[in-house]
C-alpha cells in the first residue's frame, strides 16, 4: 500500500458514534491505527438510526467505495454486519466491492446468526452464502460463529478468521472511591440484555439486607424501566443516566466493582470486555464466545441465562467478599493484558489486511481470483 497512508476503510451501521458495539469496536480500531502512525476511515452505511435518509447514506458509502477503487486501489474495504436490515444493505455492498473489484473484509457482529439467517427465504440464504464466499476474509467473532461461516454459510475455511472483540487498556486499577460496592450493567436495555432479570434479582429479600448500589448505563426503554425499578421499590439504589459517552463509561468503570451482564444472546460483549479490563469483578452468561474468553470460577461468574436466583446468588456472594471480587478482578485484567487489548487487535488486523495484500499483489497466485 505504497503511497496510500490510509490501510483500510470501515463501513458501519451509524459509524462510529452512532453504531452501538460495532461503532465503539471501528472507533477503537482506528483509534489504535492512528496510536501507531497508520490512518483508517469510516463510513457510515445507515445514519443514527434507519430512516428515509437511510438510502441515500447508503448511496453515499457505494459512492466512497467506488471513489476509493479509483484513487486508492488498494485500499483495505472492511464492512461490519449484523442480521436484520444489515444483512440486507451488506450483501448489496459486498456485491459492489467484487463488481469493483475492491479487497474487502466481511467482519461478522451478530448475536445470533444462525437464528437471522435460518429464518431468512431461500432466495436470500443464497445471497449471503455468495457474501460470505465473495469476501477475501471472513472475521468472526469466536468458534460458534467460525463453524457457521465454513459449514452453513458455505465461507472457505482458509479466509475465516476468529479475531476477538477488543478494547484500549485503561491501565491499573486504583482503589474504588468509598461507599457501598457499585454493580454496573452496560449496554441497551433490553429483554435480551436480561434487564428484567437483573431488576428481579436486585429486589430479592436477600439483596435488600446487603449494601450496595446499581448503575444500569444504555439506551432503548430507560423510563420504563425506571418504573418497574420503582415498582419492585429500587429506585433509591439504582441510576439509569441513558447513554453515555466513551469519557462517561470508563469513569463509570473506574467506580464500580462489579459488571453484570445476564444476556440471553451475545456475540462477544464489549461490555464484558471493558470489565476485565477495569479488573472488575465480571457476572455474565456462558452464551456467544463468553466461554471462550472467560473461566466459570476464576475469572468472572457465569449464570443462566433467564436464572433470577442464579443471578440474585452471584451478586450477593460477590457483595459479601471482597477477596473474592479482587481475585476474580485481577484474573480478568491479566487475561485481558494477554488476549484482548487493542494492541494485541491491531497487530492481528495488520495480519491480516497483508495477507489480503499479499495474496492478491501482481504475479501473486491469487491475483483477480475470487474465493
Known amino acids: 500500500m505504497q503511497g496510500d497512508p490510509v490501510i483500510a476503510r470501515h463501513y458501519g451501521p451509524g459509524g462510529r458514534e452512532h453504531g452501538g458495539g460495532i461503532g465503539r469496536l471501528i472507533g477503537y480500531v482506528v483509534d489504535e491505527a492512528a496510536r501507531r502512525g497508520e490512518r483508517h476511515l469510516v463510513t457510515d452505511t445507515r445514519g443514527e438510526r434507519l430512516s428515509p435518509r437511510s438510502a441515500l447514506r447508503f448511496a453515499g458509502a457505494m459512492g466512497r467505495m467506488a471513489l476509493d477503487r479509483l484513487t486508492a486501489p ?31 473484509v466481511l467482519h461478522l457482529h451478530d448475536y445470533h446468526y444462525a437464528a437471522d439467517y435460518e429464518a431468512r427465504p431461500g432466495w436470500q440464504r443464497s445471497l449471503v452464502r455468495a457474501m ?52 454496573l450493567f452496560l449496554g441497551r436495555l433490553s429483554e435480551r440484555k436480561g434487564v ?30 425506571r418504573r418497574q425499578a420503582e415498582t419492585l421499590g429500587l429506585a433509591d439504589r439504582i441510576e439509569m443516566p441513558g447513554w453515555l459517552d466513551r469519557p462517561s463509561t470508563e469513569a463509570l468503570c473506574r467506580q464500580a466493582d462489579i459488571l453484570v451482564l445476564p444476556s440471553h444472546a451475545e456475540g ?25 474468553v472467560l473461566r466459570d470460577g476464576d475469572s468472572g461468574l457465569f449464570v443462566p441465562p433467564g436464572d433470577v436466583q442464579a443471578l440474585a446468588e452471584a451478586l450477593d456472594r460477590l457483595l459479601g ?51
Open 74 to 104: 488498494d485500499r483495505i474495504a472492511h464492512i461490519h454486519m449484523a442480521g436484520r436490515g444489515s444483512t440486507v444493505r451488506k450483501i448489496l455492498l459486498c456485491g459492489w466491492a467484487r463488481t469493483l473489484g475492491c479487497r474487502h
Open 132 to 183: 460470505f464466499a465473495g469476501a477475501d476474509a471472513a472475521v468472526v467473532l469466536g468458534d460458534p460463529d467460525r463453524r457457521l461461516a465454513v459449514h452453513r454459510l458455505q465461507a472457505d475455511p482458509h479466509r475465516v478468521v476468529v479475531l476477538h472483540n477488543a478494547v484500549p487498556d485503561p491501565g491499573e486499577r486504583s482503589a474504588p472511591p468509598p461507599g457501598p460496592p457499585c454493580i
Open 196 to 225: 428484567p432479570e437483573l431488576l428481579q434479582a436486585l429486589a430479592r429479600p436477600g439483596m435488600a439486607s446487603l449494601s450496595w448500589r446499581a448503575v444500569l448505563a444504555g439506551d432503548g426503554p430507560v423510563e420504563d424501566y
Open 268 to 292: 462477544m460483549s464489549m461490555a464484558v470486555l471493558e470489565g476485565m479490563a477495569h479488573g472488575l469483578a465480571v457476572v455474565t452468561t456462558p452464551v456467544g464466545s463468553h466461554p471462550e
Open 321 to 371: 467478599a471482597p477477596d473474592l471480587r479482587r481475585a476474580l478482578g485481577a484474573r480478568a485484567r491479566a487475561r485481558f493484558l494477554s488476549d484482548f487489548s487493542m494492541a494485541a487487535y491491531g497487530r492481528q488486523l495488520d495480519r491480516l489486511y497483508a495477507a489480503i495484500g499479499a495474496e492478491r499483489a501482481p504475479g501473486s497466485a491469487g491475483e483477480g481470483q475470487r474465493p
